[in-house]
């Protein structure tokens, strides 16, 4: 709505000759709005909708009259005569680009323009798609830069959404292509460094991870080339040996600097660290790795915690160390969850399945019952890049109710998940088992 106004004010300009830069101009433009019988605009208001004063947002009495005064019945009018207009040039303009044999900074610009404006990465998929039919691999690299879009200059790429989206969408795009065409194009891609670290490692598809993205990652590990790119994907690897075979291979490096890495990279290196040493049965190297984590954890700020802790959580859950959870419960649910902060409701699910936890192990199995019957499944169903996680939820409810055809109900949802992501690691012992004390 805010690029609407900014046009509106554009179109105003264009009406009066000049643009408003300070309150003479607003008295000119209220003498102009009395001359075409458009009164009852406040002085005031005028100078907050140019920014002269601090801006509030501009009522719809007031965008009407201003609309008026251009000569339209509203401002919905006005919003839907601009939109069809820039629909159709903002269309023009993409096929023109796709015509071109390299992309520049303002061609990224504006489709990064395009895609705040309409909040979606649609515009972005089309041209990506575009590049690769046509296989212009140099175009891509210009997609890809982050020097070109200010979408992909963070670092810690857990925290951009436009750049989760995109890996998303394009993720779901590789997953669906013939294999044949699949085996043509994923190398240059792949060699692209910017494609791998935005849209490959910022979005790990466990639903197919031994399916097609974990061809994929099994097709990018020669082609690592910074000590971030190897720890990602030997941490995804070591987790996919576990989920398949039970099995975690030694992940360490020489001289490791966490500070230099994302903080949600941070997260799962700690998380498997602790997943390995359960599996070996290693209670000292456990004890020193949690405590180096606790003291990370006490030392992060408010707003890193989310993104430190979330493949942490993720690890815990899948080897049942509730007790871990339990410290982690109590350090950071009123920090993650209070009014302050943002969050989604997939914090909320992750929350919750701890509490529901917690409270069945202290015997609290009225609030378990409570919380997990307040769970909203489909939300997190239609994410299915999340969907990994209601093996857990299936879990819980299999234990949580009594009633024979609930639990035989759980028990079916839980191998139908189980039969899509083929985990050897969540079987019937898994299921049976899953929330007996660690």
């Known amino acids: 709505m805010k690029h609407i106004q900014k046009q509106l004010k554009h179109d105003i300009h264009k009406r009066i000759g000049h643009k408003i ?35 509030t947002n501009a009522s719809q009495t007031t965008l009407n009259k201003l609309s008026n005064f251009l000569g339209y019945r509203s401002f919905f009018d006005y919003t839907k005569e601009k939109n069809k207009h820039q629909k159709w040039l903002t269309e023009l303009k993409l096929q023109e680009l796709k015509n071109k044999d390299r992309l520049s900074k303002l061609d990224l610009k504006f489709i990064q323009s395009i895609c705040e404006t309409h909040d979606s990465v649609h515009y972005f998929i089309a041209v990506f798609e575009h590049t690769v039919n046509f296989k212009k691999w140099e175009y891509l690299s210009d997609l890809f830069n982050p020097k070109y879009s200010s979408f992909l200059k963070t670092r810690d790429i857990s925290v951009n959404t436009y750049t989760t989206k995109l890996a998303r969408f394009i993720n779901i795009y590789l997953n669906n292509l013939p294999q044949t065409y699949f085996d043509r194009i994923i190398e240059p891609l792949i060699t692209n460094y910017n494609f791998r670290y935005y849209i490959i490692y910022s979005h790990i598809d466990m639903m197919n991870l031994n399916c097609r993205y974990g061809e994929i990652i099994n097709l990018i590990k020669t082609k690592a080339t910074t000590k971030e790119e190897q720890i990602f994907l030997s941490l995804l690897n070591g987790l996919w040996s576990y989920l398949n075979t039970g099995k975690a291979p030694a992940v360490n490096f020489k001289k490791l600097d966490l500070d230099k890495l994302p903080t949600v990279l941070v997260g799962r290196y700690y998380g498997y660290q602790i997943l390995q040493a359960k599996v070996l049965q290693d209670k000292d190297r456990e004890n020193k790795v949690w405590t180096e984590f606790k003291k990370r954890l006490e030392k992060s700020k408010d707003q890193e915690i989310k993104w430190f802790l979330f493949e942490l959580l993720h690890h815990l859950l899948i080897i049942k160390d509730f007790e871990k959870l339990n410290y982690i419960n109590n350090m950071s649910y009123e920090i993650l969850l209070d009014d302050l902060h943002l969050y989604s409701y997939f914090d909320i699910f992750i929350y919750n399945l701890i509490d529901i936890i917690l409270s069945y192990q202290s015997k609290d199995f009225k609030r378990a019952k409570i919380v997990f019957n307040q769970i909203d499944t489909d939300i997190i169903e239609n994410r299915y890049y999340r969907y990994h996680y209601m093996i857990f939820y299936f879990c819980i409810g299999y234990h949580i109710h009594q009633e024979c055809n609930l639990k035989l109900s759980y028990k079916k949802k839980y191998f139908d998940l189980v039969n899509k992501t083929e985990f050897k690691v969540f079987d019937q012992n898994y299921l049976d088992n899953f929330l007996s004390t660690v």
């Open 21 to 55: 830069a300070n309150s003479s101009d607003i008295k000119v433009l209220m003498n102009l709005l009395e001359e075409n019988n458009i009164n009852d605009i406040g002085f005031n208001t005028l100078r907050r909708f140019w920014n002269l004063l601090p801006q």
